[in-house]
């Protein structure tokens, strides 16, 4: 069964450098999406992205964030300058249709879990 | 604005007896609602999800969740725990009016499964 793919597993970073998270969605999908969780706390909603532009975004994804589709597989989130308070688990995940409706289902990822010192 | 909240942080059952996960949503509409799962170290995996077909919906592993409207809830159940079962259980409803249906997570349950 075709999955959501990331990478690095985890990822340490000294606070104000770039990090860059990957992802590869599964592969007949439109609709990609990023999620983080700080530990002890809710999963949260970033930001959607389809047909190469960013569709939604939250109050979260200010312009320290970056997401881009670099070729036909890969979807990858930057933060260019990371904070302390960036340490969480981010999640990818795609659908195959737009979820306007409410019942699309999206396809998560493991998760990459990034630490910033 | 939609929301889900699962009323147990940390639910503990023996294997071979009944699970119960509680999720109340508040929305102003009927909403879908997902319940997904998550094992150490694996993804979000969605377990069943509730688009207003029918109110009692079975998802995978033996799984199945009941939409109350009356009780604004979507309870997760299961007959028989399994030792496989112990994972976070997230309760989930996309947040209405979203162009591209950004998700809104409940706060987690653990659950633990003892032999």
């Known amino acids: 069964e075709p999955e959501v793919t990331q990478t690095p597993s985890h990822q340490v970073t000294q606070m104000g450098q770039e990090v860059i998270l990957r992802c590869v969605p599964i592969s007949n999908h439109l609709y990609f999406y990023w999620y983080r969780q700080i530990l002890g706390q809710k999963v949260e909603f970033l930001v959607s992205f389809y047909n190469n532009e960013i569709s939604e975004k939250s109050e979260i994804f200010d312009d320290q964030f970056s997401v881009e589709r670099p070729d036909g597989s890969n979807f990858t989130l930057k933060i260019r300058s990371t904070k302390l308070e960036d340490s969480a688990m981010y999640f990818c995940?795609?659908?195959?249709?737009?979820?306007?409706?409410?019942?699309?289902?999206?396809?998560f990822g493991p998760g990459t879990r990034l630490l910033v010192l | 604005a939609q929301s889900v909240t699962q009323l147990d942080s940390h639910v503990s059952v023996s294997e071979g007896t009944p699970v119960l996960l509680r999720c109340n949503y508040s929305?102003?509409?009927?909403?879908?609602l997902f319940w997904y799962v998550q094992h150490p170290n694996k993804g979000l995996q969605l377990l069943l999800k509730?688009?207003?077909?029918?109110?009692l919906v079975k998802g995978i592993n033996g799984f199945e969740a009941e939409f109350k409207k009356s009780e604004t809830s979507f309870h997760l159940t299961k007959p028989s725990a399994h030792m496989s079962d112990a994972a976070e259980y997230f309760c989930v409803v996309p947040l209405q009016g979203g162009s591209q249906g950004n998700l809104i997570f409940g706060k987690g349950t653990k659950l633990s499964v003892k032999p």
């Open positions: 995940a795609s659908s195959k249709r737009s979820s306007t409706s409410g019942g699309e289902t999206q396809y």
């Open positions: 929305s102003s509409y009927s909403p879908s």
């Open positions: 509730y688009t207003s077909a029918a109110t």
